[in-house]
């Protein structure tokens, strides 16, 4: 081992557009947030022999590659990913936190699954190795959805805004300015594994409409890189509806999403609709940003009047920025 303990930390993520066709290998637009998770590492003082352990939410779990418990058998499956990186020669003792909702289409399990990555990477290498970090990410993001693009794990680990298309990987994308969203919470936490599998069951119903709903949805992510490019973030709201409205041809959307996006529009969002699998999770709405809310002289008076909304229909939630990549 290099390093008698280690640090790692990784961002929470949004998917501004392209959840779903990303699975298909159309590409998508996502953006770290400043919300995230951080990890600690340190060698057990404990026999060679004895298990590894991850500290998590208050739980105690070891690292069991056979275990019934998705995150012992994922905490296995990241200590000793299948490329072969190497597993830590001794027992391992990792605390990680995350101030993500579980389930929230916010990238927490990609978050963690980073943070802890690095936490043990420091301990093993001598240097992070981010492929490495990826590669034992990934192999965490299988256990819980079998099927990942791998765009969660991408955010959490680059954070900034993303063109991401599976296989390919992420592009930064260059940006007049950084931007301001609400996040808002649905009440309901969802799997991303049953949301993926309900889409893929409707694809092989309906493949024409849902390829074609795909397809839309292609266009609208580089439209809404060009939006971006141009700094008009009027036209990216409007992308980021049209997106919504597709979601909800797909079935992944919900009616207390439906509400979440009507209020945001209500109180002045350019525009807003689902983040990440749908079918409960999280809102984003995009407002003017925090620099041009500042210069009207006020703190981002959009962004109050949403949450405002949202708390008067007993929804909760919260203001974060995507700070440039
Ligand atoms: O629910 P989340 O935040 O894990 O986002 C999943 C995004 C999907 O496109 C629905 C699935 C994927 O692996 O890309």
């Given at each position: 081992?290099?390093?008698?303990?280690?640090?790692?930390?990784?961002?929470?993520?949004v998917i501004l557009l392209g959840e779903h066709a990303v699975v298909y290998g159309r590409p998508a637009l996502a953006a770290?947030?400043?919300?995230?998770?951080?990890a600690t590492s340190l060698v057990a003082a404990t026999a060679p022999a004895a298990l590894s352990?991850?500290?998590?939410?208050?739980?105690t779990i070891p690292a069991n590659a056979t275990s019934q418990d998705d995150l012992s058998r994922a905490f296995a499956a990241l200590l000793a990913p299948p490329d072969g990186s190497a597993p830590p020669a001794q027992p391992v003792v990792v605390e990680a936190s995350s101030d993500l909702p579980p389930g929230g289409g916010l990238g927490s399990s990609a978050a963690l699954a980073v943070a802890i990555a690095?936490?043990?990477?420091?301990?093993?290498?001598?240097?992070?190795?981010?492929?490495?970090?990826?590669?034992?990410?990934?192999a965490w993001e299988r256990i819980f959805h079998g099927n990942p693009s791998g765009i969660d794990t991408t955010a959490a680990a680059r954070g900034g805004c993303l063109r991401f298309t599976r296989g390919a990987g992420a592009v930064p994308v260059t940006r007049a300015r950084d931007l301001t969203l609400c996040i808002g919470w649905s009440g309901a936490s969802s799997s991303t594994r049953a949301m993926v599998d309900g889409v893929a069951l409707l694809r092989?119903?309906?493949?024409?409409?849902?390829?074609e709903a795909f397809d839309a949805i292609?266009?609208?992510?580089?439209?809404a890189i060009a939006a971006l490019d141009a700094g008009d973030l009027r036209a990216l709201g409007e992308r980021m509806d049209q997106n919504q409205t597709l979601l909800r041809g797909l079935g992944v959307s919900t009616e207390a999403i439906e509400r979440l996006c009507e209020a945001?529009?209500?109180?002045?969002?350019?525009?807003?609709?689902?983040?990440?699998?749908?079918?409960?999770?999280s809102v984003l709405a995009l407002v003017p940003?925090?620099?041009?809310?500042?210069?009207?002289?006020?703190?981002?008076?959009?962004?109050?009047?949403?949450?405002?909304a949202w708390r008067r229909d007993g929804l909760d939630g919260f203001v974060t920025r995507v700070a440039r990549a």
């Open positions: 081992m290099s390093a008698a303990t280690a640090t790692g930390r990784a961002h929470g993520k770290g947030i400043d919300r995230g998770a951080r352990t991850l500290t998590l939410a208050g739980r690095r936490a043990i990477e420091g301990l093993v290498a001598t240097s992070v190795s981010e492929p490495r970090v990826a590669a034992r990410a990934t092989e119903r309906e493949p024409e409409r849902v390829n292609a266009g609208l992510v580089e439209d945001a529009r209500g109180a002045g969002a350019f525009g807003a609709k689902l983040t990440g699998a749908g079918g409960g999770g940003s925090l620099d041009e809310e500042r210069e009207r002289g006020a703190m981002h008076p959009t962004a109050t009047a949403i949450l405002e």
